[in-house]
């Protein structure tokens, strides 16, 4: 009898230890500005570590370094859009864009496309009419950015600070487990931002243009609503499983199918319904609650993405949440990160490689 009490008492008591231990042991929150000018420093320095101003070997991206390719695109807005969708760059229907995608591997350094990872397109549309030379549209390109998962494995720029002082930023997985799993106290395990990660990483793609995206933050869309993107192929394929020993098997595979045949994907937003998150980037919005809904079709003509020249134009573009027009703005902590963030690795690169910015309705005009 006195056993069968012993125990669980010692077990519930031990239980209620480590959870308050895990309470009390949490660090405060910095101020959110504290925490990204924390995170942009950390950042900088982890660069300034890796590509030395006397290195010799070029600067590459703080993530998503390693690129399977930049295609070159034309935007379309359906014409047929609703007029509760007829908003910012997607205000005139029929409207086109000339547009560049890069799509990359989300590890912070290069390695084979069978390495477990997220796969990123980053899209920019350009203010300009494919078919008319003289345009007289001016805005600044419109970056929008995805991965292939719906949710981030990180809520805030908090979190993303936590991540970065456990070492996250080497990019390796003894430290991002360091994130994971802090200490042997199971209250503090993340085992929810574990499992994002996880799912994201081994999600198999035969090419990246036969995978679906997501923004995963949200947007402003108008001055009442705000959204998530959402971007897939155009017909879902079911080609062959993807010949994974070639290291770069993705890129084989992407300048294997515009050499062939046209490329599409369909670009979505998913409205914002009652109190969605905005502030919690690891969590998805329900398709249930509300549905993706169609804005317009992303069209990449034949092309040779290893065309001469193009792979470097392609490093010298950059993307950022924040190109976008003031009713498109980027909303949420992770984005107030990446922001300063993108600007920081950007500049660090083109810096230390001595290049020029490509210009990206040039560098359109002329592959
Ligand atoms: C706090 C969270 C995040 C941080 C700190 C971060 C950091 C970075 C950095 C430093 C770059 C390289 C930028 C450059 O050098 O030009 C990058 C690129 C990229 N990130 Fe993030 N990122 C975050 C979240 C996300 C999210 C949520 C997405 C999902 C959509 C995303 C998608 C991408 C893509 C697609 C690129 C490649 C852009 C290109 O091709 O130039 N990132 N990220």
């Not at 190109?323 to 810096?351: D, K, M």
């Amino acid at each position: 009898m006195r056993k069968r009490v012993a125990l669980p008492l010692l077990f519930s008591v031990l239980v209620g230890a480590s959870f308050l231990a895990e309470r009390f042991s949490r660090e405060k929150p910095l101020p959110e500005d504290q925490a990204i000018a924390e995170i942009v420093a950390r950042a900088r320095a982890l660069l300034t570590a890796t590509y030395p101003g006397s290195a010799r070997e070029p600067a590459l991206r703080g993530a998503h370094a390693k690129a399977s390719g930049c295609v070159k695109a034309v935007f379309t807005v359906d014409s047929d859009l609703s007029d509760a969708l007829r908003v910012g760059s997607f205000g005139h229907p029929g409207e086109r864009y000339k547009a560049w995608i890069r799509f990359s591997n989300s590890a912070f350094t290069p390695g084979p496309d069978k390495n477990p990872n997220g796969r990123g397109m980053a899209l920019k549309l350009i203010d300009a009419d494919p078919d008319h030379a003289v345009d007289a549209r001016t805005n600044p390109p419109h970056d929008l950015l995805f991965i292939n998962f719906p949710a981030y494995f990180l809520a805030d720029a908090n979190d993303f600070l936590a991540f970065v002082r456990a070492g996250g930023l080497q990019g390796d997985q003894q430290h991002a487990l360091r994130y994971f799993f802090p200490g042997y106290n199971p209250f503090a395990w993340r085992l929810r931002e574990a499992a994002i990660v996880y799912r994201n990483a081994t999600r198999e793609i035969a090419s990246p243009l036969r995978t679906d995206y997501w923004s995963m933050t949200p947007y402003k869309f108008g001055p009442d609503h705000a959204i998530k993107y959402a971007a897939r192929p155009c017909i879902a394929s079911t080609g062959p499983a993807p010949a994974k020993d070639e290291p770069d098997y993705l890129r084989d595979a992407l300048k294997g199918e515009l050499n062939k045949a046209p490329g599409c994907m369909e670009l979505f937003a998913q409205m914002r319904v009652g109190d969605m998150p905005l502030d919690d980037a690891s969590l998805e919005w329900s398709q249930e609650l509300s549905p993706l809904r169609r804005l317009g079709r992303i069209d990449m003509p034949l092309q040779d993405i290893a065309a001469e020249g193009r792979d470097e134009a392609c490093e010298n573009l950059s993307f950022n949440p924040d190109n976008a027009p003031a009713l498109l703005a980027p909303l949420g902590g992770v984005n107030r990160v990446r922001i300063r963030l993108y600007q920081a690795s950007a500049a660090y690169r083109l810096g230390h490689n001595g290049a020029i910015a490509t210009d990206p309705e040039k560098a359109w005009d002329h592959f």
